[in-house]
């Protein structure tokens, strides 16, 4: 039997199945669907890092059929009451698939454990309130019992306001749980990504053993916008970047994101515990 091809009634032209395509924010250009995931979602033509959920984040990094999520039904109690939190919460889970900005678990990353985060931005703007607080203490004491290192993909527009001091506490509940890792000598590995700025950058993902951010990432406790309008000051041009921190000694290696599953092999390779295949 003859497959029926759908038409443009208008002008007798075979439609194009929509989905096909899609334009690089940055360069405009058009981008084969099919290929997008294959290229890591990075522009082929000019180089532009598109913002991965976490989801893809695990699809990409971790070991295929070797990630296993920890507390995915946490959700926040909105210990303020605040008005149209939790609509908008739910509008978001619905949306998304997740009951938070943050994802965590155990994977294996080129046979090696690890302990596994990864922040989605596209859930209220991947901010942190006392979900996300409590949901990376959680794999930080999970890297420290299994003594495997702890790698965080980070990037967030800072505390939630709808959570007020809850949220802010946050910040010190986090960074002491790094200060832990560290006088139990676990690694703690972040990678910086598009955008990272507020109470996430300026708490635990300030203090990791080895930072790593992708080219291009938006990287800063206040955005450039709001600097230059409460101060009345013209910042440097690329200020806040991932090359402008790694130039000022905030970072310490910026690479593509092609580059970027090697270089965490071979420094999980380097920081974690021999396996035994490797000692034979």
Known sequence: MSQHRPTDNRSGAEAVPEGLWTKCRQCGNMLYQPEVSDDLYVCRHCGHHSR???????AITADEGSFREHDSAMRTSDPLDFPGYLEKLREDEAQIGLRDALVWGECTIDGIP?????????????????????????????????????????????????????????MAKTTAAVGQMGRAAVPFIVVYTDPLTAGVFASFASVADIVIAEQQSLVGFAGPRVIERAFKIKLPPGSHTAEFQFEHGMVDIVVSRRELQPLLVRILRLVSPRREADAE
Do not use: N, W, Y
């Open 114 to 170: 690890v302990s596994f985060a990864a922040m989605d931005f596209s859930f209220r703007g991947g901010s942190m309130g006392a979900v996300v607080g409590e949901k990376f203490v959680r794999a930080a004491e999970h890297s420290i019992e299994r003594r495997i290192p702890l790698l965080v993909f980070a990037c967030s527009g800072g505390a939630r306001m709808q959570e007020g001091i809850v949220s802010l506490l946050q």
């Open 52 to 58: 991965l959920t976490a989801r893809q984040r695990i």
